[in-house]
């Protein structure tokens, strides 16, 4: 469950083979852990997917999602990503055995591309020793990690809505964000308390 995520070009070779290549789009290492289950893979595609990693039209950084650009993913399983350390040496017994990480990384790229566009969301080959080439653009790379409880995946969820409902404010403006809080403040039972009225103002984003 854990992921790199990197603004990328890029491509895979088995040898001299070139086994996967995208544009512009997103290379996503996908280390997969002992624990992890589909509502971590769930929870890791969705977040793939909506990461707003591009510029929009206007140049505005962090404003676009591969999904909004029509971009390209590129999966590779990276099972070193669960690595600790005992001393020097890497460990990777935190990492799912090959033969249920296979059938759970398949799983991942089908569910992606159920979400998205199947034919931009390639994938290396597992279990192979590739050269992956990647030209990083900006450099931009981020870690992915799905939550470890169901109270830790509320919490974020809670904390995801609360950012959507700021994003759009803010796309409103100002002007536009007071005239809709004065129309909610008319539709108020008159009779209705003081305490009423702030019930609905704990309800506004901090």
């Given at each position: 469950?854990?992921?790199?995520?990197?603004?990328?070009?890029?491509?895979?070779?088995?040898?001299?083979?070139?086994?996967?290549?995208?544009?512009?789009?997103?290379?996503?290492?996908?280390?997969?852990?002992?624990?992890?289950?589909?509502?971590?893979?769930?929870?890791?595609?969705?977040?793939?997917?909506?990461?707003?990693?591009?510029?929009?039209?206007?140049?505005?950084?962090w404003s676009r999602s591969v999904m909004d650009g029509?971009?390209?993913?590129?999966?590779?399983?990276?099972?070193?990503?669960?690595?600790?350390?005992?001393?020097?040496?890497?460990?990777?017994?935190?990492?799912?055995?090959?033969?249920?990480?296979?059938?759970?990384?398949?799983?991942?790229?089908?569910?992606?591309?159920?979400?998205?566009?199947?034919?931009?969301?390639?994938?290396?080959?597992?279990?192979?020793?590739?050269?992956?080439?990647?030209?990083?653009?900006?450099?931009?790379?981020?870690?992915?990690?799905?939550?470890?409880?169901?109270?830790?995946?509320?919490?974020?969820?809670?904390?995801?809505?609360?950012?959507?409902?700021?994003?759009?404010?803010?796309?409103?403006?100002?002007?536009?964000?007071?005239?809709?809080?004065?129309?909610?403040?008319?539709?108020?039972?008159?009779?209705?308390?003081?305490?009423?009225?702030?019930?609905?103002?704990?309800?506004?984003?901090?």
């Amino acid at each position: 469950r854990f992921v790199n995520v990197s603004r990328i070009t890029r491509k895979c070779k088995l040898g001299e083979e070139q086994v996967s290549s995208i544009g512009r789009g997103l290379c996503v290492l996908l280390g997969i852990s002992v624990d992890d289950t589909p509502r971590d893979a769930e929870y890791i595609v969705r977040k793939i997917l909506s990461l707003r990693l591009f510029e929009d039209e206007s140049g505005r950084s962090w404003s676009r999602s591969v999904m909004d650009g029509n971009l390209e993913v590129l999966c590779v399983s990276q099972f070193t990503l669960q690595c600790v350390l005992k001393g020097n040496k890497p460990d990777f017994h935190c990492a799912m055995p090959a033969e249920l990480a296979q059938p759970f990384y398949n799983s991942i790229l089908e569910d992606m591309r159920s979400a998205y566009k199947p034919e931009l969301v390639k994938d290396g080959k597992f279990g192979a020793f590739m050269q992956v080439h990647i030209q990083n653009d900006g450099p931009v790379t981020v870690e992915l990690t799905s939550p470890s409880s169901l109270t830790d995946l509320k919490q974020m969820a809670k904390q995801e809505k609360q950012q959507q409902r700021k994003e759009k404010t803010r796309a409103k403006g100002p002007a536009e964000s007071g005239r809709e809080k004065g129309s909610q403040r008319s539709r108020q039972d008159p009779s209705a308390s003081s305490g009423a009225e702030g019930d609905v103002s704990s309800e506004r984003e901090p």
